[in-house]
């Protein structure tokens, strides 16, 4: 990786890389902009583009629209087109302008209130909470009628004056977070001053927030601007959009059938308000994204396939074949599993793991037919039971999964639905198969918990009054409702404390000899794996490198990378000694790789061989396979050249 | 270097020199939501952290270890307590000029090399605030000094990183530059919280022998927090253990964890993953959930889960005992009176 110069960077590309870059990213942004954009052109251009006064009654009143005057004349004998452009310098003025003064109000108390918290933080809070509770119109009456005659300012500054509050509190939030981010505490403890973290640590982290906050005032300003024109509060002999309003109204505009002359003022707010509310959307959508990873999981990748079932008896219960998946992206595919064949016998616990990015996730997400766009699969097989689950129909693969087999991620536990009991969210999982009878229900809901070390009390609780560990016992217990042949974990424990996970990881064992299940379990702990596992698989590079009994791995490893990885831990017991890590870092998946993955971090490579052919994965002892050419002098055939062409496609 | 963690009866502070810190019975309270429920994060806690030593602090989620260092940091102010560095003490209330100049003597290293590098910033603006702030260097020597410390924590060379983006950098790289920046106003004291547990095991192992390393050249004293127990031990020179905001075991690191004395470290020790044992599902006895810190029992906090908890545990807060040379435990059953009662739970007494 090379660091970019910003000072080479093109205009173009600095428009989209800047501060205003979300604007572009966001079509709804850019939509919003150009509108802007466009209006505010024709309001500087306005004594360019038409001749006329807008406030001169120089022509017949209530002429329709048509070639003279483009959108007709008022009961006054103005041109309502002249008015428009000239009407737009006010009405974005006043919307720019209090968009500004809010956003900088609400900015500032926001940032304090998150900033300094405590009392300060109470003041500013219960400041804003009353601003947010008072309704805003009648408030925004009462305050003008009081400035009455102040002119645009003063509409200016009621408007600002009411409408800075909810700014400041959703910027609060968002500050509050960023408060407790590490790197605030960094800076707080490197003695740093409170201006500075203020100004130059959190407000440019908060840059997008801000914009969506001023275009949504902006959005509120013009409306609030219209409303107080045409209630005739404001100040009705300037031309603003809203006072024509006004006019319109108060000369029975819709009575006389002069529709234009609400229409034109009407519907310039409403594309000027729909304008600012697209800006504020989109970069709001951009700058602050709520991951859905529950919702996003569904979507899969299926692939035409010839044969469908073949006979599953003497096979292993899970058998994954010369697979290859990766991800595309605009600068190419990203290899992340290359050729992988792995078998899983009935009842066994694969440990999977390896550095991380070695594409561990991207294996059990492809061979499971869960692996998001742009994640894709090129090549290969996965079969559960002799079912070819990449070539199955959604409809197929939503009867298979759950039922056939299930998952559990690291983040798991915040599939669950917060506002839901947690008994109807397991229910869920056992009547989306056809399980109905109540009483069957619950008898398998007190089970399953039971099972997993939960007391079925807990079916009566909300997951916010459990602890992250029961919460994500009740994801396992979910992913164990339906007995399925197969659970996939990836990283399942890693977010929890070493107790915690002991338990749930016995929970696991004792319910897998039971039940007979066989289990797919990632993580880079290894220490765990080598415990926990019958066999384990290491991957590397996309590549499964070494694969053995577990014991086998942990005091006999055959590959040069599996046994830098096996004292690359400190010991619990035994002699405290000096360990190393192993210097470098994985190629880039991005990239076709040369010879053997390794080849750069391998002490003991043979020059000439490892750098220009690729060890092909041999059994070189009974259930022990090891792609090294230190082991076997193989050359890996050159399968999957045609699957890779398919994924530059 | 043979020794990873440089051995401790040899290394071990002279009687006569101070400590780097001292800790005299740092407590904190935090008041949680509206109803003012107290939270006792840190209750009460002495220890001292001698001149180029490492202690590790060790124990549950929640048991107020990043509390502790936070204090230190003076990020949260202690509720009671004294705190000296390098003999002196510390006013608990610090502000203005004297918190800065504090600051200076004790860095943090923060668990996510994700989080704690502002994205936005280049690593040589973030290398040159702690110089500039604390009078390191000034102008011209900024960027030269950027440099060094960048080659100091093995990323060289250092002008090629300093222009770079933390969004350019692995986890382990950017793990180097969080300590780069910890190291560059030149503390005594570094508080690392989990510096290694957001990390890949083997950039995990290049990151504790940077630590090693740095505190071998330079002579810091380090605090070093994880929930890693074999990490503690290669790490530290001693152990402590934390429960519900009490340490329950302090001493030498081989004896702490090679021969457990308080029944949460031992629960703590048979919960590590041990690659040399075939997973055994009896192994683990305590059951239940940690107590609610703002209700903890009367007595010994791991009572309610304890598999060896007699009457007298329930009477009050246990006292340290010595269990060993420069080893305690809270526990009454190193009170050999006390010890002969009977178990209150005798269906949770180890099976083997
Ligand atoms: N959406 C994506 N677009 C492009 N590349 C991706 C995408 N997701 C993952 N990758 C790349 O694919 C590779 C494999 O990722 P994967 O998540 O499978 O690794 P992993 O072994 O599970 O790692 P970890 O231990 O960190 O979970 C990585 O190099 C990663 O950069
Ligand atoms: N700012 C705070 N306000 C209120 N309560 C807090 C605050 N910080 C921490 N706590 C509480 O204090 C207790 C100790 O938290 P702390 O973060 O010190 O634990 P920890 O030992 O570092 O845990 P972990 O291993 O999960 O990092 C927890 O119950 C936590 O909820
Ligand atoms: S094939 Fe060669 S480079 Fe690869 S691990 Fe074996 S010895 Fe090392
Ligand atoms: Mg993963
Ligand atoms: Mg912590």
């Known amino acids: 990786m090379t660091a970019i110069p910003i000072a080479r960077l093109t205009p173009l590309a600095w428009l989209r890389a800047g501060p205003l870059g979300v604007i572009w990213r966001s079509p709804r942004a850019t939509t919003g902009a150009v509108i802007i954009l466009l209006i505010a052109v024709l309001a500087l251009l306005a004594p360019l583009i038409s001749s006329y006064d807008p406030s001169s009654g120089a022509f017949t009143p209530w002429i329709k629209p048509g070639v003279g005057h483009l959108l007709g004349t008022t009961a006054l004998g103005q041109d309502i087109f002249t008015q428009m452009l000239y009407g737009a310098r006010l009405t974005l003025l006043i919307g720019i302008a209090s968009g500004l003064i809010s956003t900088a109000i609400g900015t500032a108390l926001g940032l304090t209130a998150a900033y300094y918290g405590g009392r300060t933080g109470e003041v500013i809070n219960t400041v804003t909470n009353i601003f947010l509770v008072l309704p805003g119109l009648p408030l925004l009456i009462i305050v003008s009628a009081f400035l009455r005659g102040g002119g645009v300012w003063a509409i200016i500054l009621v408007i600002s004056l009411t409408g800075w509050a909810w700014g400041a509190r959703v910027l609060r939030s968002q500050a509050l977070t960023l408060r407790n981010r590490d790197f605030i505490h960094a800076a707080v403890s490197t003695g740093e001053s409170p201006a500075r973290i203020i100004f130059k640590e959190m407000l440019p982290n908060l840059a997008g927030i801000i914009a969506a906050n001023f275009f949504g005032t902006a959005l509120y300003a013009v409306l609030s601007e219209a409303a107080l024109s045409f209630i005739g509060i404001g100040d009705v002999s300037k031309v603003t959009w809203g006072t024509m309003l006004y006019w319109a109204q108060a000369k029975n505009a819709l009575l006389q059938g002069a529709w234009w002359w609400v229409g034109a003022p009407g519907l310039g707010i409403a594309v000027l308000g729909m304008a600012f509310a697209f800006l504020n959307f989109g970069v709001d959508e951009i700058s602050n994204p709520r991951s859905n990873h529950a919702g996003k999981a569904t979507r899969v990748l299926r692939r035409k396939s010839v044969p469908k079932v073949v006979d599953a008896a003497g096979l292993p219960l899970m058998s994954i074949q010369h697979l290859d998946a990766g991800y595309v992206t605009p600068s190419g595919p990203v290899r992340a599993v290359r050729d992988v064949s792995l078998d899983v016998a009935p009842g066994e616990f694969l440990g999977l793991a390896g550095e991380s990015g070695c594409g561990k996730s991207t294996l059990a997400f492809a061979a499971t037919r869960l692996l998001d766009a742009p994640g894709a699969v090129f090549g290969g097989e996965a079969r559960l039971a002799g079912q070819d689950l990449l070539s199955l129909t959604p409809e197929e693969l939503r009867r298979t999964r759950w039922k056939d087999y299930s998952l559990v991620f690291q983040a798991s536990m915040n599939i669950l639905n917060p506002v839901i009991k947690v008994r109807e969210q397991v229910y869920d999982a056992m009547q989306a198969h056809g399980v109905h009878d109540k009483t069957k229900l619950e008898a398998r809901a007190r089970e399953l918990f039971e099972l997993v070390g939960i007391r079925p009390d807990y079916l009566d609780a909300f997951p916010h009054q459990l602890s992250g560990g029961m919460k994500q016992r009740v994801v396992i217990a979910i992913a164990l409702a339906l007995e399925p042949k197969l659970v996939v974990m990836d990283e399942p424990t890693t977010a929890l404390d070493v107790v915690v996970q002991r338990q749930i990881l016995q929970e696991i064992d004792q319910v897998r000899r039971r039940l007979g299940i066989s289990i797919i379990f990632i993580t880079h702990d290894l220490s765990l794996l080598v415990e926990m596992s019958d066999r384990i698989a290491i991957m590397y590079a996309g590549e499964v490198v070494e694969e053995a009994p577990a014991q086998q791995i942990y005091t006999a490893p055959k590959h040069p990378y599996t046994q830098r990885l096996m004292t690359a831990f400190p010991p619990l017991s035994g002699a405290r000694e000096r360990r190393e890590g192993i210097p470098g870092r994985p190629p880039s998946l991005a990239q076709e790789i040369v010879g053997c993955p390794f080849y750069e971090r391998c002490a003991v490579h043979l020059p000439g061989t490892c750098d220009v052919k690729k060890p092909a994965n041999v059994e070189v002892e009974p259930g022990h396979r090891v792609a090294c050419f230190l082991q076997s002098p193989a050359v890996k055939p050159a399968v999957y050249q045609e699957e890779h062409d398919l994924a530059s496609d | ?352």
């Open chain 2, 1 to 352: 270097m043979t020794s990873p963690a440089t051995d401790a009866t040899a290394r071990s502070p002279q009687a006569t020199s101070l400590p780097a810190l001292e800790l005299g019975g740092l407590t904190k309270v935090f008041v949680v939501g509206r109803g003012g429920k107290k939270v006792t994060a840190v209750n009460n806690v002495s220890l001292h952290i001698g001149r180029g030593e490492v202690l590790a602090l060790v124990g549950e989620s929640g048991s107020g270890k990043s509390t502790i260092a936070r204090l230190i940091a003076h990020l949260h102010e202690p509720s009671s307590g004294s705190m000296k560095l390098s003999g002196q003490v510390v006013p608990n209330n610090l502000r203005g000029a004297a918190l800065t100049k504090f600051r200076k003597h004790v860095q943090m290293i923060f668990q996510d090399p994700y989080g704690s590098l502002n994205g936005l910033n280049t690593i040589g603006y973030i290398l040159s605030r702690p110089l500039v702030i604390h009078g390191i260097a000034r102008g011209k020597d900024i960027p030269a000094q950027v440099n060094t410390l960048l080659e100091r924590v093995g990323l060289a060379p250092g002008a090629t990183w300093a222009a770079k983006k933390p969004h350019e950098l692995s986890g382990g790289q950017r793990q180097r530059v969080v300590i780069a920046r910890a190291l560059a106003a030149r503390p005594e004291l570094i508080l690392a919280d989990e510096p290694t547990s957001a990390l890949d095991v083997s950039i995990r192992l290049d990151i504790m022998n940077l630590l090693l390393d740095l505190k071998d050249q330079e002579g810091l004293s380090m605090l070093f927090i994880t929930h890693d127990l074999a990490g503690a031990r290669y790490m530290a020179d001693r152990v402590s253990v934390m429960y519900t905001g009490y340490i329950v075991e302090i001493g030498p690191s081989d004896q702490v964890i090679d021969a457990p004395q308080h029944p949460y470290t031992q629960l703590l020790r048979s919960a590590a993953p041990k690659p040399d044992e075939a997973m055994r599902p009896e192994r683990v006895e305590a059951r239940g959930e940690v107590p609610d810190l703002s209700n903890l029992p009367p007595g010994c906090p791991f009572e309610p889960r304890c598999p060896q908890a007699r009457a007298a545990c329930r009477e009050g807060l246990p006292r340290m005992y010595d269990v060993g040379p420069g080893h305690q435990a809270r526990c009454i059953l190193h009170d050999p009176a006390l010890a002969q009662q009977p178990l209150l739970h005798p269906e949770r007494a180890p099976t083997v």
